[in-house]
């Protein structure tokens, strides 16, 4: 939960802060204090990115944010996020050439330097999937080639959108799903090594299909949650199997917004958003977000105006990439990022927006109890609901509801104390596990202590508790009560 006081408003508004942020670590963000100013601007998720960057590198990156946590007593996530299979052309005899609008141009598997006819595209496997009418877009989408014809080992296209393309440029493929596996060899050195590290999320870049994530799983199993990033349309397509084996997503617009028309990703971000909370699904909104911050100080009204618009979309968290790992500005991106959170979720629109969109419980006991607690906590002004939660599930259902008070979500282990980290309202504290011998008095008791340790609410205040009964059985939510602060 973002904690920090700014000019403009003090640390006890800035607890009503519902919005997660994330915030990439890399060459900018690699010292403790760095990392400890970040925490503290508001910084509730780190993540740690595979596609730059040694074992070594992370592992002390790791290191620093675990020292913080322990030196700010508060449950802070790690993400580490998978390279992924990336696509490129070859090299070229002289480094660059400029394909003319028009031209045919060719790709195929020989390593021989290119030329302004052709260039080597070593990966198989879009020759194989790719048709007549196809297109390959080069350059982060900035050229644009058109297949006409296919041959065992080759592509011979036409230049739909020309312009200078250097070596080893990344191509997507927009119109086929291809048949490569979201986990490359790298990925999977990378995938035990940040499970050996200890991180709560790993996520999966280029997820095309639910396959996808049922390869990860098998590697993973229960020791990290699956976070899928969307950036292919063949995922869109898949969505809702995908959400359905996934922990949680991002809405990574980098190459969604290369692989799609611009005026589709704002829908696509919205309707992304919309399915996962349905599911009670941690969703992140990421990519450019304050993207000129990397070289300035403060943001544009449009990038400001951007992440408003994910708070209002209902996203569990907003992402900073560059910004915080290669910028300029680490810690003003954070603290920017957090005071528009903060405007945001004190507008009056917003709150009415949040209560507007609503969802209706489902039809299980869990659904209703989290549905009553939001209730009933509306009703009573209650300063907090207490969620009591095995492995966060009863948290993430109240945070579905999107209470107007916060969740302080209750868990017996830091593992999921800080996957609780990355979700909507959460506030995580670890407490020593109930049994079956523990007494409803007792789990009151302990839930008021929870809330005096959170420093909500005031003497005579009603707080709601939600458990289960038995207590440590995972997955039995079936308890409400209302308790005063004393």
Same mark, same amino acid.
């Given at each position: 939960?973002?904690?920090?006081?700014?000019?403009?408003?003090?640390?006890?508004?800035?607890?009503?802060?519902?919005? !997660?942020? %994330?915030?990439? #670590?890399?060459?900018?963000? $690699?010292?403790?204090?760095? @990392? &400890?100013?970040? =925490?503290?601007?508001?910084?509730?998720?780190?993540?740690?990115?595979?596609?730059?960057?040694?074992?070594?590198?992370?592992?002390?990156?790791?290191?620093?944010?675990?020292?913080?946590?322990?030196?700010?007593?508060?449950?802070?996530?790690?993400?580490?996020?998978?390279?992924?299979?990336?696509?490129?052309?070859?090299?070229?005899?002289?480094? !660059?050439?400029?394909?003319?609008?028009?031209?045919?141009?060719?790709?195929?598997?020989?390593?021989?330097?290119?030329?302004?006819?052709? *260039?080597?595209?070593?990966?198989?496997?879009?020759?194989?999937?790719? !048709?007549?009418?196809?297109?390959?877009?080069?350059?982060?989408?900035?050229?644009?080639?058109?297949?006409?014809?296919?041959?065992?080992?080759?592509?011979?296209?036409?230049?739909?959108?020309?312009?200078?393309?250097?070596?080893?440029?990344?191509?997507?493929?927009?119109?086929?799903?291809?048949?490569?596996?979201?986990?490359?060899?790298?990925?999977?050195?990378?995938?035990?090594?940040?499970?050996? #590290?200890?991180?709560?999320?790993?996520?999966?870049?280029?997820? /095309? &299909?639910?396959?996808?994530? #049922?390869?990860?799983?098998?590697?993973?199993?229960? &020791?990290?949650?699956?976070?899928? !990033?969307?950036?292919?349309? /063949?995922?869109?397509?898949?969505?809702?199997?995908?959400?359905?084996?996934?922990?949680?997503?991002?809405?990574?617009?980098?190459?969604?917004?290369?692989?799609?028309?611009?005026?589709?990703?704002?829908?696509?971000?919205?309707?992304?958003?919309?399915?996962?909370?349905?599911?009670?699904?941690?969703?992140?909104?990421?990519?450019?977000?304050?993207?000129?911050?990397?070289?300035?100080?403060?943001?544009?009204?449009?990038?400001?105006?951007?992440?408003?618009?994910?708070?209002?979309?209902?996203?569990?968290?907003?992402?900073? +990439?560059?910004? +915080?790992?290669?910028?300029?500005?680490?810690?003003?991106? *954070?603290?920017?990022?957090? &005071?528009?959170?903060?405007?945001?979720?004190?507008?009056?629109?917003?709150?009415?927006?949040?209560?507007?969109?609503?969802?209706?419980?489902?039809?299980? %006991?869990?659904?209703?109890?989290?549905?009553?607690?939001?209730?009933?906590?509306?009703?009573?002004?209650?300063? =907090? @609901?207490?969620?009591?939660?095995?492995?966060? =599930?009863?948290?993430?259902?109240?945070?579905?509801?999107?209470?107007?008070?916060?969740?302080?979500?209750?868990?017996?282990?830091?593992?999921?104390?800080?996957?609780?980290?990355?979700?909507?309202?959460?506030?995580?504290?670890?407490?020593?596990?109930?049994?079956?011998?523990?007494?409803?008095?007792?789990?009151?008791?302990?839930?008021?202590? *929870?809330?005096?340790?959170?420093?909500?609410?005031?003497?005579?205040? $009603?707080?709601?508790?939600?458990?289960?009964?038995?207590?440590?059985?995972?997955?039995?939510?079936?308890?409400?009560?209302?308790?005063? *602060?004393?």
């Amino acid at each position: 939960m973002s904690l920090v006081a700014t000019p403009d408003h003090n640390m006890a508004e800035m607890a009503l802060c519902r919005t !997660k942020i %994330v915030a990439t #670590l890399g060459p900018a963000s $690699s010292d403790y204090a760095t @990392i &400890r100013d970040l =925490a503290l601007a508001g910084a509730d998720v780190f993540r740690l990115n595979f596609s730059h960057g040694t074992h070594a590198d992370h592992a002390s990156r790791h290191a620093f944010v675990r020292q913080v946590e322990r030196e700010l007593d508060r449950p802070i996530g790690i993400l580490a996020d998978m390279q992924g299979p990336k696509l490129r052309v070859g090299r070229f005899a002289g480094g !660059k050439v400029v394909l003319e609008a028009g031209a045919t141009f060719r790709f195929d598997l020989s390593d021989t330097p290119g030329d302004a006819t052709r *260039v080597q595209l070593p990966h198989p496997e879009i020759i194989s999937v790719a !048709k007549p009418g196809s297109r390959l877009l080069m350059d982060d989408g900035k050229l644009a080639v058109v297949v006409e014809q296919v041959g065992p080992d080759w592509l011979q296209t036409r230049v739909q959108t020309g312009g200078p393309l250097s070596d080893h440029k990344g191509v997507n493929v927009p119109d086929v799903a291809l048949p490569i596996p979201a986990l490359t060899e790298k990925d999977r050195l990378d995938l035990a090594y940040a499970l050996e #590290l200890g991180v709560e999320y790993i996520a999966l870049s280029f997820v /095309q &299909r639910p396959e996808d994530l #049922l390869q990860a799983r098998a590697l993973v199993g229960e &020791r990290a949650a699956l976070l899928a !990033k969307l950036e292919k349309p /063949q995922a869109v397509e898949n969505l809702a199997a995908i959400l359905e084996l996934s922990d949680a997503v991002m809405v990574a617009r980098g190459d969604l917004g290369v692989e799609l028309p611009p005026e589709s990703v704002p829908l696509i971000q919205k309707r992304i958003i919309r399915e996962a909370r349905r599911l009670g699904k941690p969703v992140v909104v990421a990519t450019q977000m304050l993207e000129s911050m990397i070289a300035a100080p403060t943001p544009t009204r449009a990038e400001a105006s951007d992440v408003a618009t994910a708070v209002f979309d209902g996203a569990d968290a907003v992402m900073l +990439s560059a910004e +915080s790992a290669a910028g300029q500005y680490p810690r003003e991106a *954070v603290r920017i990022m957090n &005071r528009i959170l903060w405007r945001v979720e004190q507008d009056a629109g917003w709150q009415a927006h949040m209560a507007a969109a609503r969802l209706a419980p489902e039809d299980y %006991v869990a659904d209703a109890i989290a549905s009553a607690a939001q209730q009933v906590a509306a009703t009573l002004h209650a300063p =907090a @609901i207490v969620a009591y939660t095995h492995r966060g =599930a009863t948290a993430l259902r109240i945070a579905r509801e999107r209470p107007t008070c916060p969740v302080l979500g209750v868990t017996p282990t830091a593992q999921a104390a800080r996957r609780l980290a990355l979700v909507w309202g959460v506030r995580a504290f670890v407490s020593l596990p109930h049994t079956a011998s523990t007494t409803v008095e007792q789990m009151v008791s302990d839930a008021l202590d *929870v809330v005096r340790r959170a420093q909500v609410g005031a003497t005579g205040d $009603s707080v709601v508790i939600a458990a289960g009964v038995p207590f440590g059985v995972s997955g039995s939510t079936n308890l409400l009560r209302v308790a005063a *602060v004393p």
